[in-house]
């Protein structure tokens, strides 16, 4: 009859095919793009073009008293005679932020941190420029100004 050894290199051989031959072909096929979000870039409606067209973007730098960059440090933006603040981030590592408002007003940058005197500038959105960069020296509580 059949040798043992044999048997077993078929029957190895029959385990390591029969994935391959039973697995179906596999195809790369692109998912259908849903028409309305590919004209527009959202679900909303609104067209990409004009999604930030009155938009004006505040960018800044933080730095402590010494100039190294101060990574988190608190942002936050309100309207010029308003009180609650409606924007706020924070600085990443490099001290660096950008926040987009709406143009045609006047805001207040406040940059914050505990253990530092907060800083204050106003920024006028109100011109034909679409940006403004700001820069902050943060003190430490208690120091005297340089």
């Given at each position: 009859?059949?040798?043992?050894?044999?048997?077993?290199?078929?029957?190895?051989?029959?385990?390591?095919?029969?994935?391959?031959?039973?697995?179906?072909?596999?195809?790369?096929?692109?998912?259908?793009?849903?028409?309305?979000?590919?004209?527009?870039g959202s679900s909303s409606g609104?067209?990409?073009?004009?999604?930030?067209?009155?938009?004006?973007?505040?960018?800044?730098?933080?730095?402590?008293?010494?100039?190294?960059?101060?990574?988190?440090?608190?942002?936050?933006?309100?309207?010029?005679?308003?009180?609650?603040?409606?924007?706020?981030?924070?600085?990443?590592?490099?001290?660096?932020?950008?926040?987009?408002?709406?143009?045609?007003?006047?805001?207040e940058v406040v940059v914050?941190?505990?253990?530092?005197?907060?800083?204050?500038?106003?920024?006028?959105?109100?011109?034909?420029?679409?940006?403004?960069?700001?820069?902050?020296?943060?003190?430490?509580?208690?120091?005297?100004?340089?």
């Open positions: 009859m059949h040798s043992p050894r044999w048997i077993s290199i078929f029957g190895s051989a029959a385990l390591f095919a029969a994935p391959m031959i039973a697995a179906p072909t596999q195809e790369s096929v692109p998912p259908p793009a849903n028409k309305a979000s590919a004209q527009t609104k067209k990409a073009s004009t999604r930030h067209q009155h938009d004006f973007l505040i960018k800044g730098t933080v730095f402590t008293a010494e100039g190294l960059s101060f990574g988190g440090a608190h942002i936050r933006i309100r309207k010029n005679g308003e009180k609650s603040f409606h924007w706020q981030s924070q600085a990443n590592s490099r001290g660096e932020f950008a926040i987009r408002v709406v143009q045609g007003a006047q805001y914050g941190e505990k253990g530092y005197k907060q800083q204050k500038k106003s920024v006028d959105a109100t011109g034909s420029e679409r940006i403004e960069e700001v820069v902050f020296h943060m003190e430490r509580e208690g120091s005297k100004p340089s």
